[in-house]
């Protein structure tokens, strides 16, 4: 039963490319998060999408980031042009049905963005 | 903000000893949860106790919480030195599961 799976682990992109992230989340979830973790600090909640449909993207920044989970095919997170202080570790998340029922998010092992 | 935060921050103990780590949060919550992340891995999930849950055990893992004082707290018995790792707390309040910015704990063998 494979878990979360996440892609690429490590990345390193020059200032102003573009970073692509893909998730593909537990069999049999819907439901996905995505967190992003800086050195030393603890994960901050970007987005949270079920298939097809942005639910809660309160934590994303306004500009350059992006998240899509299509019907078919993982989630996707987009940062457009990327500067120094995306360098972080990104973290997907899923679950089989919303956090409010009580259900616990399982997380992946991380995708390290370096941006040089 | 729902953000949970533990404290202490870092500690510090000996192979053996019990571990006690703290999270304190600040809006009712439907659940709250332990993770641990060993450095340069991801997450992996502790326990969960929810909100009509005052106590849960696991293994060598004691978790308690308080929704009147807002607080959990996760005890680590007889500690081992592949215990240490960050351990965060993460409360859900509705939609989003908000972490705070975690303990780290080093066991000392």
């Known amino acids: 039963n494979a878990g979360v799976m996440q892609n690429p682990r490590h990345l390193v992109r020059r200032r102003g490319q573009e970073a692509r992230l893909r998730c593909s989340p537990m069999k049999g979830h819907s439901h996905v998060y995505w967190y992003r973790q800086l050195p030393e600090e603890g994960l901050k909640f970007m987005v949270y999408?079920?298939?097809?449909?942005?639910?809660?993207e309160s934590g994303m920044p306004k500009e350059r980031f992006s998240a899509e989970f299509p019907k078919e095919g993982p989630s996707i997170l987009r940062i457009q042009q990327v500067v120094r202080g995306d360098s972080a570790a990104y973290f997907c998340a899923s679950s089989p049905d919303g956090t409010s029922s009580g259900n616990t998010i399982y997380f992946g092992e991380g995708s390290w963005l370096t941006v040089v | 903000s729902q953000q949970g935060e533990e404290d202490p921050q870092a500690l510090s103990i000996q192979e053996g000893e019990n571990a006690t780590m703290n999270c304190s949060y600040k809006?009712?919550?439907?659940?709250l949860q332990w993770y641990r992340q060993n450095s340069g891995r991801g997450l992996v999930h502790l326990i969960l106790i929810r909100s009509n849950e005052r106590e849960k055990h696991s293994g060598r893992l004691r978790v308690t919480l308080d929704t009147s004082k807002k607080s959990s707290s996760l005890l680590i018995t007889a500690s081992r030195a592949a215990d240490t790792a960050s351990y965060f707390c993460?409360?859900?309040?509705?939609?989003?599961?908000?972490f705070g910015a975690g303990t780290r704990l080093f066991v000392k063998a």
């Open positions: 999408l079920q298939k097809e449909n942005i639910i809660d």
């Open positions: 809006t009712s919550i439907n659940n």
């Open positions: 993460a409360t859900t309040g509705g939609f989003k599961t908000i």
